[in-house]
């Protein structure tokens, strides 16, 4: 627990409401003060009938504001548990997301196609244009040449190649390396008991949600902190088949929710973006996946750019 002085839990007591639904929440002005100037400000507000009392932390949840008043005491904050989700039920004779042997069902017209005896390639209208047609890139690896395509083992050699290296991506963020000083454990391997029944969906918002509340407020160690969480779920979840819409879903939070605030979180999208595509192997030919190209914005720019800044 974070050391205090006597004044923190003397000083006047404030309220603090989340936006979304009024919740409210009264901790020590003290406490709030000492992790971030511009709450401090705000309390210190002069009003008709003296210093305000209450004020409401917009784009802020019931549930990040109790975690925000547990990190003013504690310099940290309780991660949340996954949801539990009724398993599917199968039918006998059903499609799948990704096709049949013939590619029928499939979204080959926004989908990576990543599978072991494929080539890499984004969409076409994705494709960087050049002067010749002689010299097209073939699967992100070395330009063809006269317009041969290159021989088969040659191209799933490339595709290996490119695999591994957009697999390495996501340990490119400080955050991965540095996450064992919060967690007090040098061990950042996989676990094999995360189920797929479990969404984390409200795992990695709420860290994603106490990252963009800590660049509203300049709260700096809570930016880190977060971040370090956030990498840390990332990095122990197994991204199987049915889980990929946890991580779509936080996709879509962080550039739906940075879009209408004052400040960028480019640390956050960056974490996001190297996650996406180091494990685009695994999903990059779904149909959830291809919808969200489809969307465009910003994240797939950010994607496309990141990819083409690896393998060419």
């Keep these: 627990m974070a050391e205090h002085s006597s004044s923190v839990y003397n000083s006047r007591l404030f309220t603090f409401r989340a936006s979304e639904n009024g919740a409210a929440t009264t901790v020590h002005s003290g406490a709030v003060a000492a992790v971030s100037a511009p709450l401090k400000l705000l309390m210190e507000e002069e009003g008709p009938d003296g210093p305000r009392t209450s004020a409401t932390l917009h784009g802020v949840r019931e549930e990040d504001l109790l975690r925000f008043c547990d990190f003013c005491y504690t310099s940290t904050y309780t991660d949340p548990y996954p949801i539990v989700v009724k398993p599917p039920t199968l039918t006998i004779g059903s499609g799948t997301s990704n096709g049949d042997a013939n590619g029928e069902g499939a979204n080959t017209s926004t989908a990576l196609v990543t599978t072991d005896d494929t080539i890499i390639q984004p969409p076409a209208a994705k494709r960087p244009r050049t002067e010749s047609p002689a010299h097209s890139l073939s699967g992100f690896g070395r330009p063809g040449m006269l317009g041969a395509s290159p021989a088969p083992e040659v191209n799933t050699a490339l595709n290996v190649n490119n ?150």
Aim: aromatic letters at 10%.
């Design 163 to 312: 695999k591994l290296k957009l697999h390495g991506v996501f340990a490119g963020t400080p955050y991965t390396t540095s996450a064992p000083r919060v967690f007090g454990t040098s061990t950042r391997t996989k676990s094999n008991g995360v189920s797929s029944n479990e969404n984390h969906a409200n795992v990695f918002i709420a860290h994603a949600a106490m990252h963009a509340l800590a660049v509203n407020y300049d709260i700096a160690k809570l930016k880190t902190l977060s971040l370090q969480k956030l990498c840390d779920k990332l990095t122990r979840f197994e991204c199987k088949s049915e889980r990929v819409g946890d991580v779509l879903a936080l996709v879509r939070w962080v550039y739906t929710t940075e879009s209408g605030m004052a400040r960028d979180m480019p640390e956050l999208k960056d974490i996001v973006v190297r996650y996406v595509v180091s494990e685009v192997s695994g999903f990059g030919n779904s149909e959830e996946f291809g919808s969200l190209l489809k969307e465009g914005g910003g994240f797939v720019k950010d994607f496309w750019t990141m990819v083409y800044s690896n393998l060419l």
